[in-house]
């Protein structure tokens, strides 16, 4: 199977191609970037497939992080990643990035659970809990910091995601250590890739997985503002 990987959700561009019979992503790229997404993902899907010299219709689908993250770099990944499914008539599937985060754990933790964590600001953080085998332990969520370290009560835990650190910190000292505490600013794409192929298009569609209203919304246009007051 053939998977193009596209993940903008967080503090990255990134996009890679996996060809799972091989067991070997054939071209991948990644930078770092808090914005500029929109301009930076089509070149890179165009320089990665070009270096994995196929075809958009030799793909046999696309994955995409869907969230939680950023609301403009959600955007981008995912509407480029079902522009590209309708066009190469192939399925487009949709992963979180908190399950990415956790994929490079998982399997590698032994019985230690991995607590998946996303800045979400305001003292807020995004998480997920998976056993060292991967089964869910507390679904995708948005919380207070002190809720998540509550986790604690599933013994020493993997942090892992860009709130790994603010946990770390914040961990009480009277409760089982973390193992490990891994910080990198996305998740890794080849794990995207390789959770893609995993995916039932079914049931994982590439369509926003928020967990909380955006911070900022647009303005009211004047009209229809004055509208408003006027029928209140």
């Not at 480029?80 to 990035?97: E, F």
């Not at 505490?181 to 994982?204: C, F, K, M, Q, R």
């Amino acid at each position: 199977m053939l998977i193009l990987a596209i993940d903008t959700a967080l503090e990255a561009c990134a996009a890679a191609v996996l060809d799972t019979d091989a067991g070997e992503l054939l071209a991948q790229e990644q930078q770092l970037m808090k914005r500029g997404h929109a301009e930076a993902l089509m070149p890179m899907i165009a320089r990665v497939m070009q270096s994995a010299d196929l075809a958009f219709t030799a793909l046999d689908r696309i994955a995409v992080t869907v969230g939680p993250g950023s609301f403009t770099g959600l955007r981008v990944g995912i509407s480029a990643a079902r522009g590209l499914a309708l066009a190469a008539k192939r399925p487009a599937v949709g992963l979180t990035t908190l399950s990415a985060y956790a994929a490079a754990i998982v399997g590698q933790s032994g019985p230690a659970p991995v607590i998946s964590a996303i800045d979400a600001r305001h003292d807020h953080v995004y998480f997920q809990i998976v056993a060292g085998d991967g089964s869910l332990l507390v679904r995708p969520a948005v919380a207070p910091i002190d809720e998540a370290i509550a986790a604690s009560q599933f013994g020493a835990p993997h942090l892992v995601g860009n709130a790994a650190k603010i946990l770390a910190e914040r961990w009480p000292k009277d409760a089982p250590q973390p193992v490990s505490v891994d910080t990198p600013p996305a998740p890794d794409i080849s794990w995207v890739a390789w959770l893609g192929a995993a995916a039932n298009p079914d049931t994982n569609p590439a369509r926003p997985f928020y967990l909380k209203a955006p911070d900022a919304k647009p303005a009211a246009h004047p009209l229809f503002a004055a509208q408003a007051a006027t029928s209140s």
